[in-house]
């Protein structure tokens, strides 16, 4: 240590008391100086790539939960839009049901018309035919004739066969009338039962349409909205 020391003061000596250690000291100071710099320009880099990194995060986390919601809103739409296409295809299902139904009402009604027209003619043809006989009969025997009387036994009986039987196609006029009239009846409120079931099935078919095609106009701008933000997603991501 004491030769050190001698060393040391001759060479400050011979350097006339400047201090040898300057120049080393000054470059220490520029290396701690650019060590600084650059650990400041480190740090600034690390705290934007922080900052960057954060704000991708937070996009992404944005971008997460917008494409969750628009799939959660997509998937209820789709499950409606399914659901209104079934009740449609039931309702117009139903619909031509009920007008092959009318239809078979219709010719099943005009048939039976027509068959009670035909068989009241023919009633009332027959009904009339039996008047007249018994009024020719009536008028035969009301008169004074001996022969007349001989023959009042067998007129009596031919009169009383001709009564049951005005009787008998008064009874079945009247029946087969009221059958008719029953059936018509029956007829009419049953077409008017489906008239009412026709016209609120056909608006049901109708605001179900509009609503279904509402949900897919809708849907369509869901799904190009996801669309949008998965390549917004992408984007980030990649960045």
Known sequence: LVQLATKMASAMRNAGGADPFAKVRGMISDMITKL??????????????????????EKKADKTAEIEKLSTQIDKMSARSSQLK?????????????????????????????????????????LKGVKLALKILGEYYAKEDKSHA?????GSTIIGLLEVVESDFTKGLAEMTSTEESAQAAY????????????????DVKYKTQELKSLDTTLAELSSDKATAGDELSA???Y
Do not use: H, W
């Open 188 to 203: 009419e409120a049953e077409t008017k039962e489906n008239e009412v079931e026709k016209t609120t099935k056909e608006q």
């Open 236 to 238: 980030v991501l990649e």
């Open 36 to 57: 600084e710099d650059e650990a400041g320009r480190d740090a600034t880099k690390k705290a934007f790539c922080d900052k960057e990194l954060a704000e991708t995060n």
């Open 150 to 154: 001989a023959a009042e036994g067998a």
């Open 86 to 126: 079934e009740e449609i295809a039931a309702l117009e299902k139903a619909l031509s049901e009920l007008a092959s139904s009318q239809a078979e009402m219709d010719k099943v009604r005009a048939e039976e018309k027509e068959t009670f027209a035909s068989n009241k003619a023919d009633m009332e043809q027959g």
